[in-house]
């Protein structure tokens, strides 16, 4: 007997081991899990990377505390962004105004600030697939999916929030990726007030 008849076999045997050193697919994690983990996350911080429609990067820290309070604070300049009392102000020095303001309600953000957050609620959620070892979730606000939605990419062991793409309602993406993000850490009330802010720039 020669060797021949088993060539086929050898030649698959180097895409066989590719196959087995390449990482699994991990199982997708539950939304009741993800419910449980947003919900426990009250307060938080990390530094974060922005990367926006345009292409363009900026960097910053941003600090967490729900419900309804979340803070961006960008390295590159004085740029401030407040969530706070249902509304979002965005406090740009290289405005003529101090601070433009509208409804939280109105971005995809509001969800996870949400004083109870169900992603087994009908219709928020229109995706959840696992990502490589991650999962990922594409949620809307049931009442308003115009408003556009937020893309939630958590790893597993233990769950951690990644990262976040959220598609306004012009359809323009912003991605927001998190280094180490650090649950517990609480800022104080102070820095998440729109008027404390407001008060300090008029100075």
Sequence with gaps: MTLTRFAPVAALLPVLMLALAAPAWAEKIPLAQLSAYLNGLTTAEAAFTQVNADGSKSTGKLYLKRPGRMRFEYTDDKTLVLASGGQVAIFDPKSNQIAEQYPLK??????????????????????????????????????????????????????????????????????????????????????????????????
């Excluded at 109105?106 to 992603?119: E, G, V, Y």
């Excluded at 597993?156 to 280094?179: E, H, M, Q, S, Y």
């Design 106 to 203: 109105r971005t995809p953000l509001n969800l996870i600030l949400a004083d109870r957050i169900d992603l087994g609620q009908a219709r928020m959620v229109v995706g959840h697939e696992a990502e490589g070892a991650n999962t990922a979730v594409v949620a809307q606000d049931p009442q308003n999916p115009e408003y556009g939605t937020i893309r939630l990419v958590f790893s597993a062991n233990p769950v951690t929030l990644r990262r976040w793409v959220i598609t306004d309602d012009t359809g323009a993406k912003t991605v927001v990726i998190l280094d180490q993000l650090k649950p517990g850490v609480d800022p104080g009330s102070l820095m998440f007030s729109i008027v404390a802010e407001t008060e300090a720039r008029k100075n």
